[in-house]
C-alpha cells in the first residue's frame, strides 16, 4: 500500500506547547521518512527526516519520534513559536527517488 | 543553494487552452518532478523525469505532458485545460534525500 495517513488536519497550539503530528504506513519497504514545512506562499522545504533503523530523532525544536512495530512516527515542536504556523507534511520513499506526501496539516500557534 | 523558478506565480487560462507551465532549476540535478497542490489533498505527483528526454508517469497523469529537452528546464503541458485542473502546481528537482520546490503556479481554468 503506498500511502502514508497523516493526522491531524489542522491543529492550533498556544505558543509555548508542544504541537504532535501523527503519521501512519503499511509499506514496510519504506526506508526513509522526510518531514517538509511549507509557508503560504512558497514550495514545501526538507524540515528534517529519519530512517527506521534510529526510534528518535531531534534537530533544535523539531524531533521525530519513530515506531517501526506500529508503523507509525510522528513530530512533535517544542516550545512553538507563532513563526512556526505553516503546513507540514509528512512523507516516505522507498529509495527510488520519488516521495510519498500524507496530506498535510495546517499548523496555527497562537501569540 | 538549489533553486527552483517557476515562469509564473498566477496564470488564468480558459477551458481547452493548451497551458505550458516552466520550471528551471540551476544546479545539476538529475532528478525533475511537477506535483498539484490542492487542499484536503496534499501534494499528488504528476510526472517526474529521471534524465532529459525521459518521462515518467505519477499517480494522476491524466490530462497532463510533459517535456525536458535540457537537464535544467522540465516544463508541464496541460493539451486542453479543464477547470478540474484548478490548482497549484509545484515543481521540484532532487532525490529521495531531500527535494527543492519551487514556490509554485496558481493556474486558475474558467
Known amino acids: 500500500q503506498q500511502q502514508v495517513k497523516q493526522s491531524p488536519q489542522s491543529l492550533i497550539v498556544q505558543k509555548g506547547g508542544i504541537p504532535i503530528i501523527n503519521c501512519a504506513y503499511e509499506?514496510?519497504?519504506?526506508?526513509?521518512f522526510p518531514w517538509y514545512q511549507q509557508f503560504p506562499g512558497k514550495g514545501p522545504a526538507l524540515l528534517i527526516a529519519?530512517?527506521?533503523?534510529?526510534s528518535e530523532k531531534k534537530e533544535g525544536r523539531f524531533t521525530i519520534s519513530f515506531n517501526k512495530s506500529a508503523k507509525q512516527f510522528s513530530l512533535h515542536i517544542m516550545d512553538s513559536q507563532p513563526g512556526d504556523s505553516a503546513t507540514y507534511f509528512c512523507?516516505?520513499?522507498?529509495?527510488?527517488?520519488?516521495?510519498?506526501f500524507g496530506k498535510g496539516t495546517r499548523l496555527h500557534i497562537l501569540p | 543553494d538549489v533553486k527552483v523558478t517557476q515562469s509564473s506565480r498566477y496564470l488564468v487560462k480558459r477551458t481547452g487552452e493548451k497551458v505550458f507551465l516552466e520550471c528551471v532549476q540551476d544546479?545539476?540535478?538529475?532528478?525533475m518532478f511537477w506535483y498539484r497542490q490542492d487542499p484536503g489533498l496534499g501534494l499528488r505527483l504528476i510526472y517526474f523525469?529521471?534524465?532529459?528526454?525521459?518521462?515518467e508517469k505519477g499517480d494522476i497523469p491524466e490530462g497532463y505532458s510533459v517535456s525536458r529537452e535540457k537537464k535544467e528546464r522540465f516544463s508541464l503541458i496541460l493539451e486542453s485545460a479543464s477547470t478540474n485542473q484548478t490548482s497549484m502546481y509545484l515543481c521540484?528537482?532532487?532525490?529521495?534525500?531531500?527535494?527543492?520546490f519551487g514556490p509554485g503556479t496558481r493556474l486558475t481554468v474558467t
Open positions: 544546479m545539476d540535478h538529475e532528478n
Open positions: 509499506n514496510t519497504a519504506f526506508d526513509y
Open positions: 523525469s529521471y534524465d532529459v528526454k525521459m518521462k
Open positions: 529519519i530512517r527506521p533503523d534510529v
Open positions: 512523507a516516505a520513499s522507498i529509495g527510488d527517488d520519488k516521495i510519498i
Open positions: 521540484a528537482a532532487g532525490d529521495l534525500y531531500e527535494q527543492y
